[in-house]
């Protein structure tokens, strides 16, 4: 997979691919995320990329022409499955989504600042647009972050244990089971003696009761939306 990220702030987005899995990712080919400084885009003489929205109102509004450059640039080199706008008016992202989009080839994310970007924008260049959830953040670049961290580790081989996507929180609409390590006995809190006993079989009946008991009490939203 190949992600091209459009943003002002470069430098608030590199250190999340430096590191752990996403680091791993790219070391090993399954991911290559490129940067886009929109600034490098603009034809004015002080690399201005924003500007007063028409009608009036407070704060800025990203311009069309760098953005068009850079995406147009983009789509000259290969063909894009999703060109994405981080919003927080966008499609809340939840892990069916994430499962889907780590399946795609080449997508361009666009990270959002000030009061957005203009209209146009979004009507000519932008197939799909992705909130993290209800609350604003200062800029789409740490959205970026989260949406590539949960779709690059879901694409084959990232993760060691190739199991260990499936069985997380979400994939199946449940929340994942309580999960314990050495030792059994810390002080006197002690690990559910099932978990020691070696039954297999047992072991996964117990993580499914406890999946589903966790659910009810924690996500009940979840159990009723299937
Ligand atoms: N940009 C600002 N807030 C955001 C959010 N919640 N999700 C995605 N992009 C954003």
Redesign the pocket.
Known sequence: MRIDIITLFPELLKSPFEASILKRAIQSKKASVYFHNLRDFSNHKQKQVDDYPFGGGAGMVMMIQPIDQCITLLKNERDYDAII????D?QT?NQKNSNHYSTLENIILL???YK?VDQRVRDQFITHE???????????????A??CDSIIRLIPGVLGDESSALTDSFQDDLLAPPIYTRPSNYKGWEVPEILTSGNTPKVEQWREEKALERTKELRPDLLNES
């Open positions: 706008y981080m919003t927080p966008g992202l990270c959002g600042h957005g992705i909130s993290i959830g209800d609350f604003v953040l200062s800029g789409g670049e740490l959205a970026a989260v949406f």
